[in-house]
């Protein structure tokens, strides 16, 4: 994660003025089988967002997609990006007209095959105006055809796609489809995807799930790439990854298909980045028994390049790292962060962007948990060390993790105050009781969303017990919380060998 956008546009009011509407509105409304239909509400625009508490313009109103069918035509050499997004979607109200997330420029928008209007409102806001009314449950097929260059494409300044020397990638969180297709850009709107890109042979591209067929050869010397999800996933779990890479495939102790693949750019980092991400299936495996099933149909990870992203991001099947990780060494730590999020942000997400705890601190917390499988220092010794490492009177103790505002879901406090959090949880109920709720929640919010609230019922019940104070006091109250000496191992705690990679780790991955 991320970036400084989420700030900038939290700060923004809502822009909903519709500036130019090409194509009008029709008067007959019809069912999706041609009958007449007499409603008796009048349709209205579905809602330009979701109202979600920090970005409340993010997503939209009126629909809720199944699936999106992304088919991509990509230039390398210029960053051209254009194609063609079919999305399947059903109204969830009578709709006058709806809006999509997305930044580049459209040429044209049909919905159940008739031509729609179409304008922009705001900067990422993309209003569709059907010719006919669409009624509540009508399944809707929206074929949106566009062209641009992502990178030069600035939303509030910013670009969610980063090009590089030899392609590009679409990682980005919490917005990313911006820049590559419109879409309901919000966790709680979860679809599965088609995903296929054509670009110059002896380019890669790299995608979520599984490849349905093998590299397609096109013509002009091009070769179309096909990826597809069968999980329904958030928005911001999609991804391309397009370059010189190398790929490698195996087989997982599951039996499901592993595709790795490595930047050729990344010169004396490979050997690391190898190191790590090859481990991607054994961790699996591990959190497997730690957390309950994998949810999705495929594993991997994606080595970016040494001019790509700063960060890593759990994208959904197969994470995208950037180079820094490697920079001193092997890092499996950051592949337990991200693979555990697989669980806790993938297949269970956020339903408001307030909720980042429920990723950030469990996917720390999986590192303190492998660092204790590993012998290289047990969950208590590092929150020893952590809860020593910021002082008193840090400014790391002023942000709640339950809490932290739009500019810092991704601060400090989120990641290792929210892993301490859990600690917490865990040693106020114990082991048993901690690991039980720990597969509960994943079994129950399995590919839907889930609040800090429903968790904290969750562990209650399972625990028979009241937990309002730990809850408050680690999640919601600013200030170190008093620890009594019982609770530590030591006054000075020694440093945990896992320290230094997992610190190395997290340097990144706040931002
Ligand atoms: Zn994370």
Do not use: C
């Amino acid at each position: 994660m991320p970036r400084a956008l989420s700030a900038a546009i939290a700060a923004l009011t809502l822009t909903t003025a519709v500036t130019t509407v090409t194509g009008a509105p029709g008067q007959a409304a019809t069912t999706g089988w041609g009958r007449p239909h007499v409603s008796a509400a009048t349709p209205t625009p579905g809602s330009p967002g979701l109202g979600d508490s920090y970005f409340p313009d993010y997503g939209n109103g009126g629909y809720d997609v199944d699936h999106y069918d992304i088919r991509l035509r990509y230039e390398p050499a210029t960053d051209r990006l254009s194609g063609t997004t079919t999305i399947l979607a059903a109204a969830t109200q009578d709709l006058s007209r709806f809006n999509l997330d997305f930044a580049l420029d459209v040429e044209s928008v049909r919905v159940n095959g008739l031509v729609a209007g179409f304008a922009r409102a705001g900067d990422h806001e993309l209003v569709v105006t059907p010719t006919r009314t669409l009624l509540k449950g009508q399944q809707l097929t929206v074929v949106v055809k566009y062209a641009g260059i992502p990178s030069q494409t600035k939303v509030y300044g910013y670009t969610g796609w980063t090009r590089t020397a030899d392609g590009a990638l679409a990682v980005n969180e919490p917005e990313s489809t911006w820049w590559w297709y419109p879409s309901n850009d919000h966790p709680k709107d979860k679809a599965t995807w088609d995903i296929s890109v054509s670009v110059p042979t002896g380019v890669e591209v790299i995608s979520n799930g599984v490849q349905p067929r093998d590299p397609l050869p096109e013509a002009g010397n091009r070769t179309r790439w096909s990826w597809r999800s069968v999980k329904p996933g958030a928005t911001y779990q999609s991804f391309l990854a397009i370059g010189q890479y190398d790929i490698v495939t195996d087989t997982a102790p599951n039996g499901q298909p592993v595709v790795n693949a490595y930047s050729t750019t990344l010169g004396e980092r490979g050997p690391a980045a190898r190191a790590s991400i090859e481990r991607t299936a054994e961790i699996v495996d591990w959190e497997s028994g730690v957390f309950g099933p994998y949810p999705f149909e495929a594993q991997g990870g994606v080595a970016g390049p040494i001019d790509g992203i700063s960060f890593a991001l759990e994208t959904q099947t197969r994470p995208v790292y950037g180079p820094g990780f490697w920079r001193r060494g092997s890092n499996p730590y950051v592949v337990v962060h991200e693979n555990a999020h697989q669980w806790f942000g993938d297949s269970v997400s956020v339903a408001d962007w307030r909720n980042i705890w429920l990723n950030e601190g469990f996917a720390s917390y999986a590192e303190w948990l492998w660092s204790e499988e590993q012998d290289e220092g047990t969950a208590q010794e590092l929150f020893d060390f952590t809860y020593d490492y910021y002082p008193a009177d840090s400014e790391f103790w002023q942000v709640l993790p339950g809490d932290p505002g739009a500019d810092r879901v991704f601060d400090d406090a989120v990641y290792d105050r929210g892993a301490m959090a859990l600690h917490q949880i865990r040693l106020a109920v114990g082991d048993p009781a901690f690991f039980r709720i720990l597969r509960t929640w994943t079994a129950q919010h399995q590919y839907g969303n889930g609040t800090i609230e429903q968790f904290q019922a969750l562990a209650e019940q399972i625990a028979g017990r009241d937990l309002d104070a730990v809850f408050t006091t680690w999640l919601f109250t600013a200030g170190r919380p008093e620890v009594g000496a019982a609770a530590r191992t030591s006054a000075a705690p020694a440093r945990p060998a896992s320290w230094s990679k997992i610190r190395t780790a997290h340097d990144l991955l706040h931002r």
